[in-house]
């Protein structure tokens, strides 16, 4: 699931959402256009990960949608939001020419034991 990036398109709208704010977010994003977009989700089932037949499909998924999102004038993508411990995505992601340049991390703590 890849979308608009929102953010480049509601940065001035402080928080606010109202008539004048609606109108210029649906002319951003219908005629000016936002240049970034944010792949929100990429997944292969559980059962078909690991399998060396299926290997390919990420980098499939990823250069489609990079052809689609060039085509409609983006020019910047996040493909972000992976575990920096997801080897297999990231590794994928590094292969495209994409850069890793955030980390996600993700804590846990036993809360009254």
Same mark, same amino acid.
């Given at each position: 699931?890849? @979308?608009?990036? !929102?953010? +480049?398109?509601?940065?001035?709208?402080?928080?606010?959402?109202?008539?004048?704010?609606?109108? =210029?977010?649906?002319?951003?994003?219908?005629?000016?256009?936002?240049?970034?977009?944010? @792949?929100? @989700?990429?997944?292969?089932?559980?059962? @078909?990960?690991?399998?060396?037949?299926?290997?390919?499909? +990420?980098?499939?998924?990823?250069?489609?949608?990079?052809?689609?999102?060039?085509?409609?004038?983006?020019?910047?993508? +996040?493909?972000?939001?992976? !575990? +920096?411990?997801?080897?297999?995505?990231?590794?994928?992601?590094?292969?495209?020419?994409?850069?890793?340049?955030?980390?996600?991390?993700?804590?846990? =703590?036993?809360?009254?034991?």
């Amino acid at each position: 699931m890849c @979308l608009p990036n !929102l953010n +480049e398109v509601i940065f001035d709208f402080k928080g606010k959402l109202n008539p004048v704010t609606i109108a =210029k977010l649906i002319w951003r994003l219908k005629i000016r256009r936002p240049k970034w977009a944010r @792949l929100m @989700l990429l997944g292969i089932r559980t059962d @078909l990960r690991g399998k060396k037949r299926y290997a390919p499909l +990420e980098m499939a998924m990823i250069a489609e949608l990079t052809r689609r999102g060039l085509k409609q004038g983006y020019e910047w993508a +996040e493909l972000g939001w992976t !575990l +920096e411990d997801n080897r297999l995505i990231n590794a994928g992601i590094r292969s495209m020419g994409a850069e890793i340049y955030k980390r996600y991390r993700l804590f846990e =703590k036993r809360i009254g034991v």
